[in-house]
T-cell receptor, first 117, second 116 residues
Framework: AQKVTQAQTEISVVEKEDVTLDCVYE???????LFWYKQPPSGELVFLIR??????QNEISGRYSWNFQKSTSSFNFTITASQVVDSAVYFC??????????????FGAGTRLAVHP | NAGVMQNPRHLVRRRGQEARLRCSPM?????VYWYRQLPEEGLKFMVY????????ESGMPKERFSAEFPKEGPSILRIQQVVRGDSAAYFC??????????????FGPGTRLTVT
C-alpha cells in the first residue's frame, strides 16, 4: 500500500524556535519522488521541494532543510529560526510513477504549524 | 508566464444543483490533474487527463462526477446534483510533457465549493 503519514497534526512554537515536521511514507516502488508543499491561510499550495528516491543527500534552502532517510522511509522538514510567516499547513506527498510515465501524488494529512510572536 | 488558473475561486450551490469548476493549465502544459481536499484533510487524487483523453479516473466517485479536457479551452470538473458532502476545495494541477515521471505539478489556487 502507498501511504504518507504525518503524525503531527498541529505544532505550536514561538518565533525563532527551530521546528521539525515529520513525514513517513510507505511504498514498494524503488523509483518514487517525495514532495513538500506549504498551504498558507490564503489556501493555495506552494511547492517547496522535490526529491527522488535515488538521491539521499540532505538539502538546505535558506532556513529550510530536509532530511531524507530511505532506511527509515522518512523525509523530515526542519525550519530553523521560525517566523510568523511560516504559519501554514505543510503537506508531505509521495509521487507514484504510473506505467505510461505520469505520476499522481499521495498526500499526507498535513501538519498545521502555528508560529507565535 | 501565468500560473494555473482556476475559476471560480468560490462557488456556492444548493443541494441538487450542478457545479462546474474550470482549470486552465500553465502555458505549454498538456497534463491536468484534479485533487479534492475535504475540510481538515490532505488532498486526494481524483483524475488525470491529457488533451481530449481521460487517462486515470481511479479517484473519481463513480456517480455524479465527470471531467474533461477538450482540445480547446479549459479542463472542466463537473459535479451533478451536488450534496453537502461535496463541499470541499478542488485543486487543479498541471505538468509539462512526460519525461519518465516525477515532474513537479503546478497547482492552481483552488475552487472552494460550498453546498448549502
Amino acid at each position: 500500500a502507498q501511504k504518507v503519514t504525518q503524525a503531527q497534526t498541529e505544532i505550536s512554537v514561538v518565533e525563532k524556535e527551530d521546528v521539525t515536521l515529520d513525514c513517513v511514507y510507505e511504498t514498494r516502488d524503488t523509483t518514487y519522488y517525495l514532495f513538500w508543499y506549504k498551504q498558507p491561510p490564503s489556501g493555495e499550495l506552494v511547492f517547496l521541494i522535490r526529491r527522488n528516491s535515488f538521491d539521499e543527500q540532505n538539502e538546505i534552502s535558506g532556513r529550510y532543510s530536509w532530511n531524507f532517510q530511505k532506511s527509515t522511509s522518512s523525509f523530515n522538514f526542519t525550519i530553523t529560526a521560525s517566523q510568523v510567516v511560516d504559519s501554514a499547513v505543510y503537506f508531505c506527498a509521495l509521487s507514484l510513477i504510473i506505467s505510461g510515465g505520469y505520476n499522481k501524488l499521495i498526500f499526507g494529512a498535513g501538519t498545521r504549524l502555528a508560529v507565535h510572536p | 508566464n501565468a500560473g494555473v488558473m482556476q475559476n471560480p475561486r468560490h462557488l456556492v450551490r444548493r443541494r441538487g444543483q450542478e457545479a462546474r469548476l474550470r482549470c486552465s493549465p500553465m502555458k505549454g502544459h498538456s497534463h491536468v490533474y484534479w485533487y479534492r481536499q475535504l475540510p481538515e484533510e490532505g488532498l486526494k487524487f481524483m483524475v488525470y487527463l491529457q488533451k481530449e483523453n481521460i487517462i486515470d479516473e481511479s479517484g473519481m466517485p463513480k456517480e455524479r462526477f465527470s471531467a474533461e479536457f477538450p482540445k480547446e479551452g479549459p479542463s472542466i470538473l463537473r459535479i451533478q446534483q451536488v450534496v453537502r458532502g461535496d463541499s470541499a476545495a478542488y485543486f487543479c494541477a498541471s505538468s509539462p510533457s512526460l519525461a519518465g515521471g516525477g515532474e513537479e505539478q503546478y497547482f492552481g489556487p483552488g475552487t472552494r465549493l460550498t453546498v448549502t
